[in-house]
């Protein structure tokens, strides 16, 4: 079974960092594309950061650009997302996904493969 697992969050001050990590198994890494997404309380989960299997075109939210990166080691089978300079308003439950062909890129419904999440909080 396709199977992943998050691991890396916790409380940070604002203006610290994170790093995710996400570990895959029971499928080919490099066969899938990956993303990570986020829900806070009340709201809808977003799409942060996505990047397809073969060419590794990649995809930030305006709101992450220039903060964070998502990368993969396909040897290790492994997602990551280093995080910097964190908000407050980052602050929410992060999801590691894949899927063999997602129809758009980091839109959540394409994505058939979920994590468990989770958290990362942001506060003084």
């Known amino acids: 079974q396709v199977q992943l697992v998050e691991s890396g969050g916790g409380l940070v001050q604002p203006g610290g960092s994170l790093l995710l990590s996400c570990a895959a198994s029971?499928?080919?890494?490099?066969?899938?594309?990956i993303g990570w997404f986020r829900q806070a309380p009340g709201k809808e989960r977003e799409g942060v950061s996505c990047?397809?299997?073969?060419?590794?075109?990649?995809y930030y939210a305006d709101s992450v650009k220039g903060r964070f990166t998502i990368s993969r080691d396909n040897a290790k089978n492994t997602v990551y997302l280093q995080m910097n300079s964190l908000k407050p308003e980052d602050t929410a439950v992060y999801y590691c996904?894949?899927?063999?062909?997602?129809?758009?890129?980091?839109?959540?419904?394409?994505?058939?493969?979920w994590g468990q999440g989770t958290q990362v909080t942001v506060s003084s």
């Open positions: 029971g499928f080919t890494l490099d066969y899938y594309h």
């Open positions: 996904a894949t899927d063999p062909r997602p129809g758009r890129l980091c839109v959540r419904y394409e994505y058939n493969y």
């Open positions: 990047m397809t299997n073969r060419e590794g075109i990649t």
